[in-house]
Nanobody, 121 residues
C-alpha cells in the first residue's frame, strides 16, 4: 500500500520561509515524477512545482524564483522550499506522485492528505 505523507506546513509571516517534505512509503519500484499542488480557499487545486524521475523541474509562474523543488528518490522523498512567502500563497499543499508499486507493477497516481500553509501577519 503506497502512501504519501506531507509535513512542514504551518503559519508564517509574509516574507518568511517554510520547507515542505513528502515521503512516499510502500513497495515502490520506480518514480516517474513527484509534484506539489496547492488549493487556496475557495479556489481550484493548481500545480505549484514538479520534479521528474530524470531530475527535470518546472514551476508555476506565480512561484518562480521563490520556491524550489528538490528530490531524493533514493529515499522516495520530495521537498518544497518556499521563500519570500506572500499571503496569496496561503493554501492546502498536496503532494502528488506518479509511481510504480510492486503490488501492481503499473504506474499510478497518488495523493497525500495535504498540509496547511498560512501566510499572515
Amino acid at each position: 500500500q503506497v502512501q504519501l505523507v506531507e509535513s512542514g506546513g504551518g503559519l508564517v509571516q509574509p516574507g518568511g520561509s517554510l520547507r515542505l517534505s513528502c515521503a512516499a512509503s510502500g513497495s515502490i519500484v520506480s518514480i516517474a515524477l513527484m509534484a506539489w499542488y496547492r488549493q487556496p480557499p475557495g479556489k481550484q487545486r493548481e500545480l505549484v512545482a514538479q520534479s521528474t524521475g530524470s531530475g527535470a523541474t518546472s514551476y508555476a509562474d506565480s512561484v518562480k524564483g521563490r520556491f524550489a523543488i528538490s528530490s531524493d528518490y533514493a529515499k522516495n522523498t520530495v521537498y518544497l522550499q518556499m521563500n519570500s512567502l506572500k499571503p496569496e500563497d496561503t493554501a492546502v499543499y498536496y503532494c502528488y506522485a506518479v509511481l510504480r508499486s510492486a503490488a501492481t507493477m503499473l504506474f499510478q497516481n497518488y495523493w497525500g492528505q495535504g498540509t496547511q500553509v498560512t501566510v499572515s501577519s
